[in-house]
């Protein structure tokens, strides 16, 4: 089971950090990605790691601004998120998936719940 958290308003210019929680399970070998999605668009990869090398992908409207990174010792997923802008604003989902790659396309097994994301002064 993934847990979100750490989403919530904010005004654009401010940051977040956004953590997933794996219940009961290790993060060894999986590959972990962060994904939002805007009612009417479809779901969009913002950032993800591999599970094999650590090697990482960001979407180009995030490069700079959003840094992935995990803890396994904690079974826990991070998106650091700087420099919010009012289109940062959408439901943001964790997802993992065993011995994956870097890319945000392949199909990911286990979903969060999401956590919603508003920039707005």
């Known amino acids: 089971q993934l847990v979100e958290s750490g989403g919530g308003l904010v005004q654009p210019g401010g940051s977040l950090r956004l953590s997933c929680a794996a219940s009961?399970?290790?993060?060894?070998?999986?590959?972990v990605g962060w994904f939002r999605q805007v009612p009417g668009k479809e779901r969009e990869g913002v950032s993800c790691?591999?599970?094999?090398?650590?090697?990482?992908y960001y979407a180009d409207s995030v490069k700079g601004r959003f840094t992935i990174s995990r803890d396994n010792a904690k079974y826990t997923v991070y998106l650091q998120m700087n420099s919010l802008k009012p289109e940062d604003t959408a439901v943001y989902y964790c997802?993992?998936?065993?011995?994956?790659?870097?890319?945000?396309?392949?199909?990911?097994?286990?979903w969060g719940q999401g956590t919603q994301v508003t920039v707005s002064s």
């Open positions: 009961g399970s290790t993060l060894d070998y999986y590959a």
């Open positions: 790691e591999s599970g094999t090398d650590g090697s990482t």
């Open positions: 997802a993992f998936l065993k011995y994956g790659s870097r890319s945000c396309a392949q199909p990911y097994e286990d």
